[in-house]
């Protein structure tokens, strides 16, 4: 069994079944599209992206992170070879395959365009990951 508490960088893929507008914080209220959104990021502390996977997609009262504030499932999670620093590579990488993404999400610390990519179905989701050479996990995994 692979060890998913190890460090690294993760993507979340999350499911929108409807449109939706979504208050993010100092973002503001954020549009959604019908479709798949991938977030990009990384976990180097300790409990590595177990935890802080889990943090992201258990019901939450306090929000941190941009991610936080979306109450919408994750629909699959996509993790790196251990200790991996690769999340502003993969969200550039992300970004030139994707059909959007919101701007300003995730990116408040970097000089990234957006950590949140959005992608019209799960063959273009799907084309993305394998462009990345990644495996696809459940989210129940993580918790
Ligand atoms: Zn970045």
């Not at 990009?40 to 992206?49: C, E, I, K, L, T």
């Not at 995730?106 to 950590?115: L, Q, R, T, V």
């Amino acid at each position: 069994m692979e060890d998913l508490s190890r460090k690294g960088t993760y993507i979340i893929v999350l499911h929108f079944d409807r449109a939706r507008t979504i208050d993010v914080g100092k973002l503001g209220p954020v549009q959604f599209r019908k479709g798949y959104y991938a977030y990009v990021g990384s976990a180097f502390g300790p409990g590595g992206m177990k935890s802080r996977i889990r943090h992201h997609i258990l019901p939450k009262k306090r929000c941190h992170w941009h991610l936080d504030y979306l109450d919408t499932a994750a629909k699959e999670i996509w993790v790196s070879e251990p200790g991996a620093r690769l999340e502003h590579e993969w969200a550039l990488s992300l970004g030139r395959t994707s059909s959007g993404r919101i701007p300003g999400f995730g990116s408040s610390d970097c000089a990234c365009d957006s950590h949140l990519l959005y992608f019209k179905n799960p063959k273009e989701m799907d084309k993305a990951r394998k462009s990345l050479s990644l495996k696809k996990h459940q989210p129940d995994r993580f918790l």
